[in-house]
């Protein structure tokens, strides 16, 4: 991690209270981005270049217990994580934030997600998410969900809207300096709005959204007009939220998730994490709503296609689509 993120850690931490606790805990929801955070303006700092908005899944992320130990330990679903693996490397370099000279330098981080690791449903929102919570509980920090926002984001940029239930927003910002690029809640319950998951495959993906990200801001020449469309449909999902207009609301994301995609498959090289059967499902998609069901899709850098719809049509999605696991976002129990 560079000087500049110990600064901007060092910054907020200011603010923080001090206790010190053997263990803590964070958990924390996935989240579906409706408007996609696709693109850095910082890459140090993790700032984009569109402010982003998303739905959390409910039940669906990450739990998380956090102590110090000597040397950094990890273990995921159950099973020790080899320090030599991407993830492992991953998480140690995002730690060597929050070590202090004065206590024992290593973590062990003992991690639960109820989702596929990378499978593109967001586990590493809900992980570094609940990995702030954790370690806000371990230091005692006591900061509010905004500021633990933009210590997610380091880790991961989706993770600042995974702080938060329901729909969430993750502002682009103007600051170089990152302070005004945090997430929030959008405060509004959608009762009968209603996710499905098709989930195709649980594989790993074979280029994670930051390289995919990266190549595409680089490369593509689709890319230029990104992000001002992403503005704009962050303020068009942002009102038919507020006036419950599902049609909107559903043709909106659905177009923002397949602009995303096609800005990648015009990157050098394509970047393309559709399978065929993900072309397949967007096809009967569209053709069930050519016949008069309001149901649209959306899909992350990866295949699996989320449904969005309304609970009044849940048993005509659930017949056209008897995989799909179905996440009522606003349901009482939540990550
Ligand atoms: O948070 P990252 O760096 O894994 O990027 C997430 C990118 C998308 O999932 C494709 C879009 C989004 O806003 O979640």
């Not at 049609?247 to 065929?276: C, K, Q, S, V, W």
Request: proline residues 6%; neutral net charge; aromatic residues 8%.
């Amino acid at each position: 991690m560079s000087e500049i993120q110990h600064q901007f850690v060092k910054k907020i931490l200011t603010v923080a209270s001090h206790g010190a606790y053997e263990k803590g805990y964070g958990v924390a929801p996935s989240n579906i981005a409706l408007c996609k955070y696709w693109g850095k303006r910082d890459s140090n700092l993790n700032l984009p270049l569109n402010s982003s908005l998303s739905i959390s899944l409910g039940t669906k992320g990450t739990r998380t217990q956090i102590r110090r130990l000597p040397s950094d330990q990890f273990i995921l679903n159950g099973e020790p994580v080899d320090p030599t693996t991407p993830f492992a490397h991953r998480l140690s370099t995002f730690l060597d934030l929050f070590r202090e000279p004065c206590r024992a330098p290593g973590f062990e981080v003992i991690t639960e997600n109820t989702i596929p690791t990378a499978a593109g449903l967001a586990s590493s929102a809900s992980g570094y998410a609940a990995l702030v919570l954790a370690l806000n509980d371990l230091a005692g920090w006591d900061l509010p969900r905004q500021l633990l926002s933009m210590l997610a984001r380091l880790g991961s940029g989706s993770a600042s809207r995974s702080l938060f239930n329901g729909f969430a927003c993750w502002h682009r910002g103007e600051r170089d300096d990152g302070r005004d690029s945090f997430a929030e809640a959008i405060d509004t319950k959608w009762s009968d709005f209603r996710i499905g998951i098709l989930t195709l495959t649980d594989a790993e993906k074979p280029v994670g959204s930051r390289a995919g990200m990266q190549r595409t801001v680089e490369t593509s020449p689709r890319y230029a007009d990104w992000p001002a469309r992403a503005a704009i449909d962050f303020g068009v999902l942002k009102r038919a939220i507020k006036h419950r207009d599902f049609e909107t609301f559903g043709a909106t994301a659905e177009a923002n998730a397949l602009e995303m995609h096609a800005t990648m498959r015009e990157a050098i090289p394509p970047l393309d994490y559709f399978l065929p059967q993900t072309r397949t499902q967007i096809g009967r998609v569209q053709q069930l709503r050519a016949e008069g069901l309001p149901v649209y899709l959306t899909i992350d850098a990866g295949p699996n296609v989320k449904l969005l719809f309304q609970a009044a049509n849940t048993t005509e999605v659930e017949n056209a689509f008897p995989a799909l696991e179905i996440i009522d976002p606003f349901g009482t129990s939540h990550a």
